[in-house]
């Protein structure tokens, strides 16, 4: 299926990855694993992954490492550190690192899933990205270049919000 998206799990702890694998499999992904940094920027050159989670703390190289190197050859992919190791410095260092969110271990399915969810979304063909198209053909047809437009998305899928957009020319 073309708009899969594919998932890649780096992470030291078997039980962590078939979990993930097993849920984001049952959720419609296409999953793939790596047991630590190394493994996992390698399948990440196979698969080009749109989103990886990996874990913070990995033999040979950790977490925020992997998601250093993997940023410089794959800008446009969303990436979510998972940790057994959760406090407030160590996000914060992942999120100025780039990773788009942080997810303290242990997760529950649901949990995953809508961290993943959110993910997707920021993806630069994800719905953010939609929807903002959405609101700029909104302004174009409208002759609106610059305040904010609200979009909604299709009735029952519950989403609604602003877009602001630039002055013109910037």
């Known amino acids: 299926m073309a708009d899969q998206l594919k998932v ?7 039980p962590i990855r078939d979990s993930c694998r097993q ?3 049952k959720a419609g992904y296409e999953c793939h694993t790596a047991v630590d940094g190394i493994e996992g920027l390698h399948f990440a050159h196979q ?4 989103l990886v989670l990996l874990d913070l703390m990995m033999p040979g190289m950790d977490g925020l490492s992997m998601l250093d190197q993997l940023l ?26 780039g990773a788009f969110d942080f997810l303290p271990k242990p997760f529950t399915p649901d949990e995953l899933r809508v961290i993943v969810t959110r993910g997707r979304a920021q993806r630069p063909d994800g719905a953010a990205q939609h929807y ?12 609106r270049h610059r305040g904010s437009i609200h979009v909604e998305s299709e009735v029952g899928k519950g989403t609604s919000f602003f877009v602001r957009l630039p002055e013109p020319g910037m």
């Open 72 to 97: 410089k050859t794959h800008p446009n992919v969303v990436c979510i550190v998972i940790t057994g190791y959760a406090t407030i410095e160590s996000a914060v260092d992942a999120m100025k690192h």
């Open 23 to 25: 849920v984001l499999t």
């Open 47 to 50: 698969v080009d992954p749109d």
């Open 8 to 14: 890649l799990v780096a992470d030291d702890e078997e």
């Open 132 to 143: 903002r198209r959405l609101a700029e053909a909104r302004a174009d047809r409208c002759g």
